[in-house]
């Protein structure tokens, strides 16, 4: 790895276990008795991939998929699992591969060092940023709000119903990785996270903002095909030093860029499959996978639909990840 990936926090409490047979695609459940990779001829066989909850993964899942099925001639399970969730299935075969794993220092001591049930499968080529956004016509009419020490100036703008007399700083997903909480803490800003349950929520929540120029401000990352649409403008939080995340309760400091990477499971990597192959050798840019996260989120494509259309225009790429 080019860098070394920092830990992340979950922001919900707690992480179910494998037993709640979670619902995954295709009717797939985290619970089933089927396991994944290949016998040793090298024949593909079942390939169970996790797919995360935002669309730039399933970009991702969907076009690592469809040339698992297509030119490899494998069964691919897509089974729809949160974080950490996924992780749990590495070591009974459940799961064969994350495809975009972001930090999660924490979860890679304890399944690839510690359990020995994971590896790490290399790169996607893909630069992840995170951090705190408002819409661009809020960034135009206050320069200064790009800077965290004018926030609290603005905060009784960003009040709503379900920010207790402070400023809402608008959160996704309960089960997304975030500093929010404690960086709202420790920065001593008059604001509180509110969450607002998914991907598509938040970009409703920009998109609506911009449109009518409502005070929004929250959590948002890189890459995301939205930003072509809205291109939102990034708050300037304390600089990112190493180690500066290392405490989750004494985070003060903006995120890093991070690499993303993949993780496989420790059988699937030594079963010969050539799924493992194609997972170790994808990799692409922040503007392939925005491409595709486009067709799927925007045009209304199918996932297999989305990704046929990159692949026919990308094979060359593509024979690169199969040589």
Known sequence: ?????????????????????????????????SAG?????????????AVNPWVGYEANAAVVAYVAEQDLGCKVTKKDLKEEIAWQGFGTG?????????????LKKKYITDQKTAVDAGLTGN???????????????????????????????????????????LDGDPSFVTNDEALVKNLDLDFKVV??????????????????????????????????????AKVKLPEYKDGCDADAAKVACDYPVYELDKIASAK????????YDLVKNFTWTNEDQNTVAKYIAVDKMSPEAAAKKWVEANRDKVDAWIK
């Open 195 to 232: 969450y607002a349950g998914s991907e598509t929520a938040l970009i409703q929540a920009f998109r609506k903002a911009e449109k009518n120029k409502e005070w929004v401000i929250g959590y948002f990352y890189e890459p995301q095909w939205f930003m072509s649409e809205v291109p939102l």
């Open 127 to 169: 630069k992840g940023l995170i951090g705190w956004y408002v819409p661009p016509w809020l960034a135009k009419a206050h320069p200064d709000i790009t800077d965290w020490k004018s926030l609290d100036k603005y905060a009784s703008k960003f009040k709503t119903s379900e920010s207790g007399g402070k400023g809402q700083l």
């Open 268 to 275: 699937f990597a030594k079963s010969g499959s050539p799924a």
């Open 37 to 49: 990779g290949s016998d040793s001829s090298g024949k593909c066989g079942t390939f169970n991939l």
């Open 1 to 33: 790895m080019a860098r070394q990936a920092r830990q992340w926090r979950a922001g919900a409490a707690g992480i179910a276990v494998l037993g709640l047979t979670l619902t995954a695609c295709g009717g797939a459940k985290v619970g089933d008795d």
């Open 94 to 106: 459940e799961v064969d591969a994350v495809i975009e794993n972001w930090g999660h220092d924490d």
